[in-house]
């Protein structure tokens, strides 16, 4: 869905650096989530977003923090980078009273 | 929370036979069960959804099946083809809020 867009789509980076990612969306909707997603574990959540003044910490937060910009934007970041964050991110949005998420296309990082 | 569990990891099926995903969820407060289908490397696309108050929902050779007293749920995908194989994901969500996603089904369609 050309409509949420991720950048980097790759990233290779070295053991203790931060790095972001980011998500925008055209959609204009209110909610945006983080997910990593590894091999046999799924879309696990990291972050939430249901308004620009709400955040919340999903179910793996640890390690990583967010911004909120604006409703439009949403970035991830991660402090120290260890090599058990290689993974593929995903960004999602979804309208509020609505249950459909759209995703964008990933970022694939690799921590070295 | 709410935890939900997906089986069978891997499904092979061929060509026109069909295939069944079941998903069992842990909170009965969960009101909202989509499934999303993810093409290789490609971004997760919801393909079904289903909410609490119906126990059936069909579109063309998809369907997904509700037991709110067993919590569990079901994809079922009929006449299966090619085009079908992907890892598809089961989920739940109380509300329209966030999303607990099940470990995915690797299907395969073999001709």
């Known amino acids: 869905d050309a409509d949420v867009t991720q950048t980097p789509r790759n990233r290779i980076t070295k053991t203790g650096k931060r790095i972001m990612l980011e998500c925008s969306q055209t959609k204009g909707h209110d909610r945006m989530y983080w997910y990593r997603q590894d091999p046999g574990l799924g879309l696990r959540l990291i972050y939430y977003s249901f308004d620009v003044k709400d955040i919340n910490k999903g179910e793996i937060s640890d390690g990583y923090s967010v911004s909120r910009q604006a409703q439009a934007k949403f970035s991830l970041s991660l402090e120290s980078a260890i090599p058990n964050q290689t993974a593929l991110y995903f960004c999602?949005?979804?309208?509020?009273?609505?249950?459909?998420?759209?995703f964008g296309p990933g970022t694939r990082l690799t921590v070295t | 929370g709410e935890n939900v569990e997906q089986h069978p990891s891997t499904l092979s099926v061929q060509e026109g036979d069909s295939a069944v995903i079941k998903c069992t969820y842990s909170?009965?407060?969960?009101?909202?069960f989509p499934w999303y289908k993810q093409e290789l490397g490609k971004r997760p696309q919801l393909i079904i959804d289903i909410r609490s108050n119906v126990g059936e929902k069909k579109d063309q050779r998809i369907a997904v099946t509700l037991n709110k007293t067993a919590k569990h749920f079901s994809l079922h995908i009929t006449e299966t083809q090619p085009e079908d194989s992907a890892v598809y994901f089961c989920?739940?969500?109380?509300?329209?809020?966030?999303?607990?996603f099940g470990a995915g089904t690797q299907v395969v369609v073999t001709p």
């Open positions: 999602a949005t979804s309208e509020g009273g609505k249950g459909e998420q759209y």
């Open positions: 989920a739940a969500s109380i509300g329209w809020g966030k999303l607990q």
């Open positions: 909170d009965s407060a969960s009101n909202y």
